[in-house]
């Protein structure tokens, strides 16, 4: 099995993380859009464009069997599009995130953060409408530059993170939800989950969508279970980026824990 993860940049590498967790036993081939990011702030014309590009290389060029859309907005956007282009099974990341979030919550109110285009989308507000929640989004796009700058424990970055927390939260209350869980919507947030939990209330639980696609993809495969296990087999791990692969190796590595050797420059066009 071949797996290709898919993210505007490096972000979608949380996603990866926690895919190797749980499936060892799988081959990855990882793109990472840099050259055309951000897509947060895009329309879906582009955005579609750019992610149809990309699902292209990695099925008829890296011959991935199954497709997992790492990028949030990209998932928001452009997904359907993804899906008519493309002969394998895709997962985007927006109905996982709504799913846990079903599970996770009591009292049915749901907070999400995530990029502006994501939340313009409201792709999360009608996925989680599917589901009976009521949902409140915030477009919050200073976190994701701040995650980049590696600015993770820095107060700068926990100054705007209560700004944009308080203004939800605010927004919540007028609304009269008592949201008691939330939605990193946004494959950066996931390096800010312990500043997200230390910002809110210990009542409002944090979802991280990289770990529940993760077992999403799982439940997919692992048919039999033992396909999830370690193999004892070396697998393959391909990176490649659109643009800088220094860059993507210096700050990809902070995303996947771990140091990434090897990335191959391609070229998808504009
Ligand atoms: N990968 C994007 C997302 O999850 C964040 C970065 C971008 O705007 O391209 O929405």
Known sequence: MK????????????????????????DYTYLGD?????????????????????????VEQQHADYLVIACNTASALALDAIREAVP???LGVIDTGANAAQAATKSGDVLVMA???????????????????????????????L???????????????????SEL??????????PDTLILGCTHYPLLRANFERALPPSIRVIDSAEV??????AALCLPEEACKPDGKVHARRFYATDSVAKFRRLGSR??????????????GG
Not at 35 to 57: D, I, M
Not at 122 to 137: D, K, N, P
Not at 152 to 165: D, F, G, Q, S
Not at 169 to 178: I, K, N, R, S
Request: glycine share 10%; with cysteine.
């Open 169 to 178: 939260l605010d927004e919540a209350a007028q609304a009269g939800l008592q």
């Open 3 to 26: 797996i290709g993860v898919f993210d505007s940049g490096f972000g979608g590498l949380t996603v990866l993380r926690a895919l190797l967790e749980r499936l060892p036993g799988a």
């Open 115 to 145: 990029t502006a285009a994501t939340v313009e989308s409201h792709a999360y507000a009608a996925a989680c409408g599917h589901r009976g929640l009521r949902v409140i989004e915030k477009a919050s796009p200073l976190l994701v530059p």
């Open 255 to 268: 995303f996947l824990g771990e140091a990434i050797d090897a990335v191959d420059l391609i070229d998808l």
């Open 34 to 58: 840099t050259a055309r990011l951000p897509y947060g702030a895009k329309s879906r014309a582009t955005v579609a464009r750019y992610a149809v590009s990309s699902a292209h290389f990695l």
């Open 213 to 218: 696609t993760a077992g999403q993809v799982a």
């Open 147 to 165: 995650v980049e700058e590696g600015w993770i424990n820095h107060p700068v970055t926990e100054e705007v993170l209560n700004i944009y927390l």
């Open 88 to 90: 394998v099974p895709v």
